[in-house]
T-cell receptor, first 117, second 110 residues
């Protein structure tokens, strides 16, 4: 079984619908992240969480919300989906880095492909 | 601002050719640097990393050296294989988040 599991893997929806992407992990990491990947743009950070009570916006949080239900679960919601949110979404987890400014390795799920018509 | 810039692809090579993918970064502080690889239909996986200046990360024949003076972390491999065909992402880690470059597709033909 994968250490970082995303559901659904593929979803097609219509403009205006509410969508939730779920992520669960068995790595025991405190830190979890949501990224989106678009062709030619790389990966961009949407939200991240360092523990259950901590939620932080990334560089492209508008139109998204998140919930950290437990240490192992971090979900991403699109309250009213729009076509330019069509993308591949990745959840990732991290262990603690080797210093205040360093970052540990990120472990990625296999991605959730969302298409908004 | 803080960013990661890597060369645009696709990079097309024949098997056993030498590979270089350039990556430069901007940042204050002391970031960690990473190369991730994404094979078709899969998520990203760590290829190598370096956490301080002059460190060399290496894995599977790939190498990259953390050059603080040129703010670079170029990826190299002496002899590529068809199985190396993938998208490669350079990333900078600072304050517990990663910023990624746009990715470079590598295509290796037999």
């Amino acid at each position: 079984d994968a250490d970082v599991t995303q559901t659904p893997r593929n979803r097609i929806t219509k403009t205006g619908k509410r969508i939730m992407l779920e992520c669960s992990q068995t790595k025991g990491h405190d830190r979890m992240y949501w990224y989106r990947q678009d062709p030619g743009l790389g990966l961009r950070l949407i939200y991240y969480s360092f523990d259950v009570k901590d939620i932080n916006k990334g560089e492209i949080s508008d139109g998204y919300s998140v919930s950290r239900q437990a240490q192992a679960k971090f979900s991403l919601s699109l309250e009213s989906a729009i076509p330019n949110q069509t993308a591949l979404y990745f959840c990732a987890t991290s262990d603690f880095g080797s210093g205040l400014t360093n970052t540990g390795e990120l472990f990625f799920g296999e991605g959730s492909r969302l298409t908004v018509l | 601002g803080n960013s990661v810039t890597q060369m645009e692809g696709p990079v097309t090579l024949s098997e056993e050719a030498f590979l270089t993918i350039n990556c430069t970064y901007t940042a204050t502080g002391y970031p960690s640097l990473f190369w991730y690889v994404q094979y078709p239909g899969e998520g990203l996986q760590l290829l190598l990393k370096a956490t301080k200046a002059d460190d060399k990360g290496s894995n599977k024949g790939f190498e990259a050296t953390y050059r603080k003076e040129t703010t670079s972390f170029h990826l190299e491999k002496g002899s590529v294989q068809v199985s190396d065909s993938a998208v490669y992402f350079c990333a900078r880690g600072l304050y517990s988040t990663l910023t990624f470059g746009k990715g470079t597709m590598l295509l290796v033909s037999p």
